[in-house]
């Protein structure tokens, strides 16, 4: 369903790299070796090619990193990863090439840009017959390995062993698959916890002691929603987190992409996942997990529902949750760097193990008012990385020079003494980890973010950044960002149509250009078709949600069945509530769950024409088959209503059927079809919450499913009726939660 997008096949060259390797370290800023060889096995002595590990974060950003001294620093200092930068390097100007998590994971593997390794978007599935680092690590003699999450879809290739998380993982008693099929998640494991455990158990007993290897510790934390380990509740949770400067930033100094994206706290942050203010689902915690979880958060719930902040004050009040659990998840991963390191030193692999720590990509803590990533604006473009190589990399330095996540795989390849191939793209960081000042330094770094429309709504763009400057280019909407990072690095103001920066907005616009050439980056794909950007629901941000509230009525309050009726219902179509055999309905954690027996529509009693519902729906992964029946009446003695329905299933969500009587939107034709699920297809997303909203007025009937338009179409055979949720597939538990509608 993702556009055809070409991955450009650059020769694999070898002839013309110069390799680095066999230095001799005490002349090291005088003497790199150039050599046309491989290193022979006599070669590998343990300074020419050390250990590798890689530890990887998920939306870490620099500004929780204590060593860089950012805000948050004192509050929620990270001495585990600032004994990184005390022993070694920290570098304060690395940026990744695309702000989203599956595309840095494959720039690293492949050291390419996303447009030439062809994972552009996360839905993207990773080509890894290509060539990557770890396969020519593996050819060079070293061990490889990964573990955590990988998020690339497809299986690692290239690796002796990979125990990685499934898609994004879970917080709680992670499975993980291996080559081996899926491994259950322990009860009362933790995922950053048991990510650094299997580390070091593949260190201490699987992997071959005689060779060097690569290992790379792969973090789901700190991505949302910011889920902390109980240890660290109460201290996180009472802290007082100082604000961005910027929080309340209006957007007036920037474009339309500032002003029309998805990701504020105000309007974006939603209180029940990401604030935890509804109950969730706790099915992966053990007792005493749960035990806790409540403690904390059902004490939160209760006092903020007694002030419900309203306007700045609910901003401030979620800046201050999402920095608890944010910097709380951060903390059990600077615990779990402090537990490596310890067993680095302990085991004697510290001393020939160089340490490497970098995030995917930054992420707005507040900032202009967000959270998230996307934006080439420096929150989102910048990340952390932290270097240790005992006796080489110089103690407690910092270098500045621009680098990024294009250049880990040639760095990884260049430690290990082997060939780095011409059509990667970056550039080794071994010898600014020895310390070296090269004189042919990159001066500026691209940029290009491509998924619009998607959650979030952040517009396509690409960019260059030097030391400087920053130009964006908002190319759908052929809108330019420039921005004087040195007057203004908060990015409050673009300066692209002043008259005073003429000249840096030439200079830099000869930058992309000649970027783009450089990197062979083709003209962007066609922007989906046919696809509406909702604007951001309002609602969903604010303390209206599950609650009762003027204008919308809750279908569900979180507790019972009262309103709901089964029409198979034994004889006498008793409302759910009073029939006492099994329904295949009931009230679990704040959520309906429907079961396959029996396949049916559950009614509500209340009777709409014309209105706005919205629900939330989960899904089983496949084979699902569901929907939300509208303007629903039931005729007499018949089991089944006639009236509208909103589809939910693997293929058509979004779609209108007429129950009882055949698809109105699209019709069954195969090119209807075809054509309504390229457009659709990744709306919905199984094995996560959705945002369904169907609205009626009049014969207009629209549908949308997280924010994106599906269907908007015209009919009027249904007048009014009720609301119905289906269950129609053999397998499986549907889940629905935060019903309400408003009559419009
Ligand atoms: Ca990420």
Redesign the pocket.
């Known amino acids: 369903m993702n556009p055809a997008y070409p991955i450009l096949n650059a020769a694999f060259l070898g002839a013309a790299s110069v390799l680095f390797f066999g230095c001799d370290l005490s002349h090291r800023s005088t003497t790199v070796e150039e050599s046309t060889e491989l290193p022979s096995q006599s070669e590998t002595s343990s300074k020419s090619r050390p250990n590798v590990i890689f530890i990887f974060s998920?939306?870490h950003s620099y500004e929780a990193v204590s060593a860089y001294g950012g805000r948050l620093s004192q509050v929620a200092p990270t001495p585990n990863l600032d004994r990184i930068a005390q022993e070694g390097i920290r570098f304060d100007n690395c940026f990744v090439t695309n702000a989203?998590?599956g595309p840095?994971r494959a720039v690293i593997q492949t050291g390419k840009h996303s447009h030439l390794n062809g994972f552009m978007e996360n839905e993207h599935r990773f080509d890894g017959s290509q060539q990557t680092f770890p396969k020519l690590l593996q050819k060079g003699g070293y061990q490889t390995a990964v573990i955590g999450k990988w998020h690339l879809g497809t299986d690692p290739q290239g690796y002796d062993f990979w125990k990685v998380l499934p898609g994004q993982g879970t917080y709680y008693a992670p499975d993980f698959r291996t080559p081996d099929g899926l491994v259950e998640g322990t009860p009362g494991e933790y995922v950053t916890e048991a990510v650094v455990t299997q580390s070091i158990e593949w260190l201490e007993k699987e992997r071959d002691q005689s060779k060097p290897f690569m290992l790379m510790v792969q973090h789901k934390a700190p991505?949302r929603f910011w889920l902390p380990p109980v240890h660290l509740l109460d201290e996180y949770v009472s802290k007082d987190y100082p604000e961005p400067e910027n929080l309340f930033d209006d957007y007036g100094g920037r474009g339309t992409p500032a002003q029309t994206q998805d990701m504020t706290l105000r309007v974006t942050m939603d209180l029940a996942l990401d604030n935890k203010m509804v109950p969730f689902r706790q099915d992966r915690m053990n007792e005493a997990q749960k035990r806790k979880w409540n403690e904390v958060y059902d004490g939160i719930r209760a006092d903020v529902l007694k002030e419900r902040p309203q306007g700045d004050d609910l901003v401030r009040w979620k800046y201050q949750r999402y920095m608890a659990d944010y910097l709380a998840c951060i903390k059990s991963l600077d615990e779990s760097v402090g537990t490596m390191l310890e067993y680095l030193d302990e085991s004697g692999l510290a001393e020939n193990t160089v340490v490497i720590y970098a995030s995917?990509?930054g992420f707005f803590l507040g900032e202009h008012g967000w959270f998230d990533?996307r934006f080439m604006y420096e929150e989102s473009l910048r990340t952390p990385l932290l270097v240790r190589w005992p006796g080489v990399a110089k103690a407690g330095s910092v270098n500045k020079r621009m680098v990024s996540n294009l250049d880990f795989a040639q760095t990884f390849l260049d430690l290990a003494g082997l060939e780095q191939p011409s059509d990667m793209q970056g550039k080794s960081l071994k010898p600014l980890f020895e310390g070296e000042e090269p004189s042919d330094w990159r001066e500026s770094v691209y940029y290009h973010y491509y998924c619009f429309p998607e959650y979030h709504a952040v517009r396509r763009h690409d960019g260059a950044r030097n030391s400087r400057y920053k130009l964006m280019h908002f190319y759908d909407l052929d809108e330019w960002e420039l921005y004087d990072l040195e007057k203004d690095p908060g990015e409050m103001q673009s300066v692209h149509a002043d008259p005073a920066y003429a000249e840096a907005l030439t200079h830099m616009k000869g930058e992309l250009t000649k970027l783009r050439k450089q990197y062979e980056v083709p003209a962007p794909p066609a922007l989906r078709e046919g696809e509406t950007l909702f604007p951001p629901w309002r609602e969903f941000g604010t303390f209206e949600i599950g609650l009762p509230d003027e204008g919308w009525t809750s279908l569900f309050d979180g507790k019972s069945l009262d309103g709901w009726r089964r029409p198979f219902a034994s004889k006498s179509g008793d409302p759910v509530s009073q029939v006492s055999e099994p329904t295949g309905i009931e009230v679990v954690n704040g959520e309906i769950h429907l079961s396959p027996s029996p396949q049916v529509f559950y009614l509500h009693t209340l009777d709409f024409s014309d209105f706005i519902l919205e629900l939330e729906a989960f899904m089983p992964g496949k084979d699902f088959d569901s929907g939300i029946g509208f303007r629903c009446v039931l005729p007499k003695g018949k089991q089944l209503p006639d009236g509208y329905q909103s589809e939910i299933s693997d293929v058509r969500s979004g779609g209108i059927y007429d129950i009882g009587v055949g698809w109105m939107n699209p019709i069954d034709e195969e090119t209807k079809i075809n054509e309504f699920v390229d457009r659709t297809g990744t709306f919905f997303k199984p094995m996560a919450w959705n945002q369904i909203r169907v609205a009626c007025e009049g014969s207009r009937i629209r549908t949308w499913i997280n924010g994106q338009l599906c269907s908007d179409f015209e009919d009027d055979k249904h007048k009014h009726g009720t609301i119905g949720l289906q269950h129609h597939a053999k397998e499986g538990v549907y889940r629905f939660r935060n019903l309400r509608i408003r009559e419009i």
């Open positions: 998920d939306d989203l998590c840095s991505h995917d990509q990533k």
